[in-house]
């Protein structure tokens, strides 16, 4: 896994809902700001963050790419991506994603850096967005 990326993995034996892996998130001291979904075959080119990204995932699959290294989480999972480290995201089915936004203040924060195409709403918003409508 590339240096500083963490995956904490769903470790009860019942399926995550919204407010369930809004407490798991909770429990490891992030706070949650935003819950969004990413339609299927989504695709988001290379881009990073100048803030910690935190993913609190609800359902669905979703590969995140670090050059060569590949992190897939699943409803349940949290994923940590410390700041300015490159990520491309993809889903891999026709199945939606979903997952929570978070950050360790609770305050939400968009700035990107690399490709400079912005955040996926701004992506939307511009009609530039890849995943299927």
């Known amino acids: 896994m590339h240096p500083g990326v963490k995956v904490y993995k769903w470790p009860h034996r019942e399926e995550p809902t919204e407010e369930s892996v809004s407490r798991e998130l909770a429990s490891y001291g992030f706070q949650v700001y935003d819950l969004q979904t990413c339609d299927p075959w989504f695709e988001r080119s290379s881009h ?41 995201v993809r889903s891999h089915n ?3 994603f979903t997952a929570y936004k978070g950050s360790r203040d609770g305050k939400r ?17 511009s009609g530039q967005y890849q995943g299927s409508n």
Do not use: N, Q, W
């Not at 910690?52 to 949290?78: K, L, M, N, Q, W």
């Not at 850096?113 to 701004?122: A, V």
């Open 109 to 125: 924060s968009v700035t990107e850096h690399g490709d400079g195409k912005g955040s996926m709403e701004t992506l939307k918003a």
């Open 48 to 88: 990073s963050h100048d803030y910690e990204e935190i993913r609190g995932a609800v359902s669905g699959v979703i590969t995140f790419y670090f050059d060569d290294d590949p992190v897939t989480i699943e409803g349940g999972d949290i994923l940590v991506i410390p700041p300015g480290v490159p990520h491309v």
């Open 94 to 96: 026709g199945r939606p």
